[in-house]
């Protein structure tokens, strides 16, 4: 109640009643709002107050404020340019009380750690800042140290949080579909990963290790020496901040290269790898200065990471694709089969409401789509046809509409669609290819292996138990269910049997 008590004083106190159309709230919310009418009129833009407010509530606010700040096509330029502070110029914290925290979790001092320290920050962020070093070894590093004393508040925010969920899921006619509790606990083990920086390093060096040698996108190394959960050293970058585009565009850079990259860097990290960076937020881009032309993103901060199981990347890449050829019953299909909506869901309803949203979108130019607005109009649909809210993609859901959002700031004619459609296709291809089909049983096939004497007496068990007594003969459909459930469990069997006698062979070769 005190958390409660604090937001909304914070909310009086920078006049973000002054955002909301009092006309459009219900009798005892205006009733509630009507005393703002004796606060002193506010003497800072709106767009300041807005940043000002995120910040001084925490981190939580200041991660709702950066994704905001990339979506430059919902929200006007003012907010959108000064929401683009909070991305990396929060106000830090004492840079002595930064010494402190890398002295005690490494257990040596900064001079004895570090030729050189600087102690004023090079970025400071809701979670941590940084500062820039030089080992005794020589190599120019960066510094990450967590802010004290931040937990106790983020578990406020998230009990704050949760006691809404609750309410939404009890009172709200929609509560249950949104599984608003289940989004909220999963946002909290995110929350609270970042602050665990080991983890973030282990991140960073697994990203690095996927992206070795690639041109599209660098990771820089990491010191595990110098690592602790509380702080992070890892190599210094000299690149550009993506949201400068005067400089980008003053050395040359490739825009609409950039921009397509961007597409194709997010799509390689969910399809290929399952590991995907989910906090990509301008701040934690850069562009390096090496081959304008042919342009690299380096990318930091990786303490936020969102990974797929086989299953979703599969129904995702379909539905994806579905949609890009406009093949709407397929999507209807496919949101059946994964369970998204219910199976009682009637597929030819569900197509037709999909058609309605999705052909007034596609009569505009592909570049002139915004994939994040057709989203927002499929999931308004689909909530007709009680579509759950899927915590597991969430994740994704963000990072996608963040990179649509950076990708038109960077070239506002990209053509999002056209960049990630050969992808999709490629993907589905190379999935179903016969190396990969190899590799899949090779992976399996130890497993398999293990089992394999048992299969015999498994078989034996099946083909020797009596047969079920017949139906009686005024019930034909059920006698037919029935003698159909019978042939398919042969099937199964012996194909259980061919598959692994196929890939014992497949083995021993």
């Known amino acids: 109640m005190r958390r409660l008590f604090h937001i909304l004083r914070t909310f009086f106190r920078y006049r973000l009643d002054t955002f909301i159309d009092l006309s459009l709230l219900p009798f005892w919310l205006r009733l509630l709002f009507s005393f703002s009418g004796v606060l002193p009129e506010p003497t800072d833009n709106r767009a300041r107050r807005l940043r000002l407010a995120l910040e001084s509530l925490g981190p939580i606010f200041v991660k709702f404020g950066q994704l905001l ?38 257990k040596k001092s900064v001079d004895d750690m570090f030729a050189s320290f600087d102690k ?36 406020k925010d998230i009990g704050l949080l949760r006691l809404i969920a609750r309410a939404v899921e009890r009172f709200h ?48 190394e990491v010191y595990w020496d110098y690592c602790d959960t509380q702080v992070m050293v890892m190599e210094r970058i000299h690149g550009i901040p993506v949201t400068d585009v005067a400089a980008l565009r003053e050395q040359g850079t490739n825009m609409r290269k950039l921009a397509e990259r961007g597409v194709e860097i997010f799509f ?62 397929q999507v209807a299909e496919l949101h059946v089969q994964c369970g998204w909506v219910p199976a009682h869901t009637r597929v030819n309803d569900f197509e037709a409401a999909i058609r309605s949203v999705c052909e007034p979108v596609f009569e505009k130019p592909l570049a002139e789509i915004s994939f994040g607005e057709l989203l927002m109009y499929l999931f308004q649909t689909a909530r007709r046809f009680e579509m759950e809210v899927q915590p597991s993609l969430v994740l994704l859901q963000k990072t996608l509409l963040n990179i649509e959002g950076l990708g038109r700031q960077l070239y506002p004619q990209l053509d999002l669609w056209n960049t990630a459609l050969p992808f999709l296709e490629e993907w589905m291809r190379e999935r179903y290819s016969p ?75």
Not at 73 to 83: F, V
Not at 173 to 192: A, F, M, S
Not at 273 to 291: K, L
Not at 445 to 455: D, R, T, V
Request: overall charge negative; glycine content about 4%; aromatic content about 6%.
């Open 69 to 106: 700040s990339t979506r430059k096509d919902l929200l006007p330029d003012d907010l959108a340019e000064e929401l683009a502070l909070l991305q990396d110029n929060v106000a830090p914290f004492d840079s002595d009380v930064a010494c402190t925290i890398i002295e005690t979790a490494l």
């Open 120 to 155: 004023t920050p090079m970025a400071s962020a809701s979670i941590a800042q940084v500062h820039a070093a030089t080992l005794l070894s020589g190599e120019d590093v960066v510094v990450k140290v967590v802010r004290p004393n931040i937990l106790p508040v983020i578990r």
């Open 173 to 220: 006619p929609e509560g249950k579909r949104l599984r608003p509790i289940e989004v909220v606990e999963d946002y909290q083990h995110t929350i609270v990963d970042e602050l665990d920086l080991k983890r973030e390093a282990a991140n960073t060096s697994q990203l690095r290790r996927n992206f070795d040698g690639s041109p599209l996108l660098y990771v820089p």
């Open 268 to 329: 390689t990290q969910v399809f290929r790898d399952s590991f995907f960076h989910a906090d990509m937020h301008p701040g934690n881009i850069f562009v390096s200065r090496e081959q304008p032309d042919d342009p690299q993103y380096i990318a930091i901060d990786c303490a936020i990471i969102g990974s797929l199981s086989e299953f979703d990347q599969y129904y995702l890449a379909r539905n994806l694709l579905a949609i890009f050829k406009r093949d709407y019953h």
């Open 435 to 509: 190396r990969n089909v190899a590799k899949q049983i090779g992976r399996h096939l130890p497993g398999w292996l293990e089992h394999l004497p048992e299969i015999p007496d498994l078989v034996y068990e099946h083909l020797s138990t009596p047969p079920a007594p017949r139906l009686p003969p005024e019930d034909p459909q059920m006698q037919q269910l029935v003698t159909s459930i019978r042939r398919q469990n042969r099937l199964i069997t012996l194909a259980l049997v061919i598959g692994v006698v196929s890939a014992t062979v497949f083995w021993l070769q």
